[in-house]
């Protein structure tokens, strides 16, 4: 008989063909394509947040420039951190495709560590705006900035979480499916370069116009 | 395993990984660098989102891998980018209304 | 000498005793692995039935659900049309509002507003599309392409858990302080800013509700990009599944935005922010004290952006069910089935660039309103293509009236009306007269209320025996379809007067003031009757639903695995497949594509797409095609 059944594993979970092997007509499996869509997703919603604020700030006589109002060798500081935490991601992945846990749990763990940096230097600017009575309330300028900040925050905290994940009970997965634990490093780590592709474009938007 | 490539295929990946990370560092200090002086909103706005696009250029083709992947994901990110110029042009498309000037 | 008999199994002829052998070895494989599977602990109930993963499960889930908001959204809809047809008297069913409310069982114009606003937010995000997709998309979907589930089982899970709290937030908010929501479905600023909690809660429940679509986009489109069976080309798909493909997509590119905008207004209500107000607004005699600088197109122009692929995404799914079932029923392949392919793909395109077409009188300007025109006249085209394919479709079929087909065959007419009345609504021009008055309301209850509910029935009454292994009763299904399709024209047809005669739309009293709207008014007690009479054609229904699927429950099955005699592979599964097991015991292969019926010189006037014809017919022999092709031979 040449028809094959696609039995339950041994696990009772249901066995989802090109989970961790590439559809061989598209080239991809599962998850990368399904990260991409839901990138696509992003795009269009960081992307209502960019019109927003063209349309705000040529909406009015006077918008003021962010150097003026914000902290711009802090934010600097931030970009380097999140892009180094980009490079700490990938070379994550290539350690797993190399077969080394070790090297990529320790990339893993760096890149969480940047991601914690971005975060404290944001409360910190945060913190400093709110101690002298500025608020998202103040004006529209604030509004946007505090809103388009804040949500890619919140952006950078999911991605913590997942990290923290894999670098906790998720990496069990490596002893019985390396191939697959490998895939979702690489997925993790195509939303983490996403999240520092937004910051890219904010970064000059908010603070160096 | 999405790619089976070999040991060295990936130390040679790696490399690259470092020098788009050196790229990454040097057009952020070219950038704020820029900013410093103060040039009017028009080329200001300009050249920030050029110096932008190369980072993110960068990022997209290089760390995504984007330069090395399979036709359908182009596909969806090529209509996305078409929505995403439509979603950017369309509330503030008043300035191109003559009527009543 | 007896010549030996031989059964064709597979693609194989094998000599019976060698099959029995094979089918013995088969069925102890089968055992061994049902006990390793499963090792003695069989998944919880909660793990089978609450958090399930089995898209079959979750699309019932959904089904339920959604029916039951229908319920209730038609039922404000109930409430509303009593004062519309007789303004601020008072009714005994109104006491049920509350004393706050309705007092004296007198409707306030504010709770008009609040049951008007919640009517809509209900019926279009927590009936139509997860009943449409939720439910339809994730049942069939996977079935049609050959698939054993969805590519993310969790996943899929995790997005009807995002819908079910939205939904029981925004049902919670009746309960706020001010009540429910009550600036319309469209929430536009700056009313919706200074409006009541509900509000709020409305914003919340969206962001729930739109993050439950985005996941469930992700997942059917990988699913249908990746799992399809072996055979299964883009162009073997059924309609249904190209509808859903599209839909898919709409819903993942056009919702962020929308998601982008309630962050904006719950910003502009929790933080005080004015992204959408402007400077120097006056409330009740006061000047607000925010910063303003704020613009209320903003929110328009973002909420439409999402709002008009949104009709889309109401409308395409109905689309498939109806070709779906016409085929069926018309015993001949879709006409034009490459067209409505292409249509729908165009139609999903076209759907992004359209939407400020409800933004005609804002004051954007004649060269943005061209603009809009032109693009909203030219979707128009791939509508039509598909409405004509499917009339076309008709002619020469064999065409059986069952009760799917009923309301499929309705369908057309009543899309039709509402396509049609659409058209003056696109044109900026006839749109000054036209917009936001009945009109309005009475093109787009056409198109989603006997268009795509219509449709919805027709998929439940067609895919019921698939679910269930019951049919439903044809007469009362009959019933419900005639009584159904005369009332609900009572309801709607006379907007498109009381429209053109000027009535203007959330009016509370449904024009009763206005003198230019007298004579058109008086047709609000038609309408009325017409409603509650719809309610009472719905009960046939409910209880033909209920009682059979309580008979299913107890084992009572009177259908087949294929009692439509269909030819696409959801009709190739077994009756109500198990759940967590996989939809087929021997993964479908696609040979052609999905509507060979009345094939010429085929001995059956169908022939699924999964069923291998050998090359040449055995002599006097015959073709079962059913689950696995069987065919006897003699050697």
Not at chain 3, 372 to 385: A, E, G, K, L
């Amino acid at each position: 008989m040449d028809a094959h059944a696609h039995a339950a594993h041994g696990h009772g979970e249901l066995e989802i063909p090109f989970n961790v092997h590439p559809r061989p007509d598209t080239g991809l499996y599962n998850a990368k394509l399904g990260i991409w869509l839901f990138l696509a997703s992003e795009v269009m919603l960081f992307g209502a947040l960019f019109s927003s604020l063209i349309l705000l700030r040529t909406g009015v006589e006077n918008w003021p420039h962010g150097w003026k109002l914000l902290n711009v060798p802090l934010a600097t500081l931030n970009t380097f951190v999140l892009i180094s935490s980009s490079v700490t991601v990938v070379l994550a992945w290539a350690s797993l495709r190399l077969g080394d846990l070790r090297k990529g749990k320790i990339y893993l763990a760096l890149t969480l560590l940047c991601a914690l940096i971005f975060m404290v230097v944001k409360a910190f600017e945060y913190g400093s705006k709110f101690s002298h009575h500025i608020h998202p309330s103040t004006d529209n300028f604030y509004a946007i900035y505090f809103t388009m900040t804040g949500l890619h925050g919140l952006h950078v905290l999911g991605g913590m979480v997942v990290f923290a994940y894999f670098l906790g009970p998720g990496a069990k997965m490596w002893q019985t499916e390396p191939a697959r634990f490998t895939n979702r490093i690489e997925v993790c780590g195509l939303y983490w370069h996403f999240v520092d592709l937004v910051w890219i474009f904010l970064f000059p938007t908010l603070y160096l116009l | 395993m999405s790619g089976h490539a070999t040991p060295e295929e990936i130390r040679k990946e790696t490399r690259i990984y470092l020098m788009v990370f050196a790229g990454l560092a040097v057009l952020t200090a070219v950038t704020v660098a820029v900013s410093y002086l103060h040039l009017s909103i028009g080329m200001a706005v300009l050249v920030a989102l050029f110096i932008a696009s190369i980072k993110g250029f960068l990022v997209a083709g290089y760390f995504m891998h984007l330069l090395s992947e399979k036709k359908l994901i182009y596909g969806v990110l090529m209509l996305t980018v078409f929505f995403f110029a439509v979603l950017l042009w369309g509330p503030w498309h008043h300035h191109y209304d003559t009527f009543g000037r | 000498m007896a010549p030996k008999r031989q059964l064709r199994v597979g693609t194989q002829w094998l000599y019976v005793d060698e099959a029995e052998k094979l089918l013995r070895e088969a069925i102890r494989i089968q055992e061994e692995e049902e006990k390793k599977r499963h090792g003695g602990h069989p998944q919880s109930w909660i793990r089978r039935y609450v958090f399930s993963t089995d898209h079959k499960w979750i699309g019932l889930q959904y089904g339920f659900t959604a029916l039951l908001f229908l319920l209730f959204g038609f039922s404000l809809m109930l409430l509303m049309r009593l004062q519309l047809a007789w303004p601020n008297k008072a009714f005994g069913i109104l006491k049920v509002l509350g004393e706050t409310a309705a007092p004296g069982g007198v409707m306030l114009p504010e709770t008009y507003n609040q049951l008007g606003a919640m009517h809509g937010t209900i019926m279009v995000f927590l009936a139509i599309v997860p009943l449409a997709v939720g439910a339809f998309g994730n049942y069939v979907v996977p079935l049609q392409i050959g698939a054993p589930d969805m590519a993310f089982p969790k996943l899929n899970m995790a997005s009807y858990w995002c819908y079910l709290p939205g939904g029981l937030l925004m049902l919670g908010s009746f309960f706020a302080p001010g009540g429910a929501a009550n600036s319309g479905w469209t929430s536009y600023p700056p009313l919706s800013v200074i409006a009541t909690q509900g509000q709020t809660w409305w914003l919340l429940g969206m962001v729930f509700l739109i993050t439950s679509s985005l996941l469930g986009s992700v997942n059917f489109i990988v699913t249908i990009i990746q799992l399809r069976a072996k055979g299964m080309t883009f162009m073997r798909f059924p309609f249904f599944v190209w509808a859903q493909l599209v839909t898919s997509f709409l819903l993942l590119l056009a919702f962020p935005p929308l998601e982008a905008a309630a962050i904006l207004q719950l910003m502009d209500r929790v933080a005080g922010t004015s992204f959408f107000m402007p400077s120097g607004l006056v409330v009740s005699g006061n000047v607000l004290a925010n910063a303003g600088g704020g613009n209320p197109l903003l929110w328009q122009h973002l909420f439409w952006f999402l709002a008009h692929p949104e009709v889309y995404v109401l409308i395409l799914p109905a689309m498939g069910i109806v070709a779906e079932v016409l085929a069926n029923n018309t015993r001949k392949p879709l006409w034009g089935y490459r067209s409505m392919v292409g249509a729908a793909v165009f139609l999903g395109f076209m759907s992004f660039v359209v939407w400020a077409h409800h933004m005609f009188l804002t004051g954007m300007g004649t060269v943005i309103s061209a603009f809009f025109q032109t693009t909203t006249m030219i979707i128009s085209i791939p509508s039509v293509i598909i409405l004509t394919a499917m009339f076309m479709s008709l002619w020469g079929g064999s065409i059986r009236f069952n009760t799917p087909m009923l309301f499929a065959l309705a369908f057309l007419p009543m899309f039709g009306i509402g396509g049609l009345t659409g058209l003056p609504l696109g044109l900026a021009a006839s749109d000054i007269h036209l917009h936001d008055t009945y009109y309005v309301i009475g093109h787009f209850h056409y198109v989603v209320a006997p268009g795509t509910i219509f449709a919805l029935f027709a998929g439940i009454y067609y895919w019921f025996p698939k679910v269930t292994g019951r049919m439903l009763n044809e007469f009362w299904g009959k019933v419900h379809f005639w009584l159904s399709l005369i009332f609900i024209n009572g309801v709607f047809a006379p907007m498109f007067y009381q429209g053109l005669a000027g009535i203007s739309r959330r009016l509370y009293d449904g024009g009763a003031q206005y003198a230019h709207a007298n004579p058109a008014f008086k047709s609000n007690v038609l309408m009325t009757v017409s409603a509650w009479c719809l309610l009472a054609a719905q009960v046939p229904f409910i209880v033909n639903f209920f009682w059979n699927v309580f008979m299913a429950v107890l084992g009572k099955r009177n259908a087949g695995p294929n009692p439509w005699q269909a030819t696409t592979l959801d009709w190739a599964a077994t009756t109500s497949p198990p759940l967590a097991h996989g939809n087929f015991d021997v993964m479908p292969v696609v040979y052609r594509g999905p509507y060979e019926y009345s094939l010429p010189g085929h001995e059956f006037d169908y022939l699924p797409q999964h069923v291998e014809v050998p090359e040449a017919p055995p002599p006097g022999g015959g073709m079962l095609p059913e689950a696995v092709a069987v065919a006897r031979r003699e050697a």
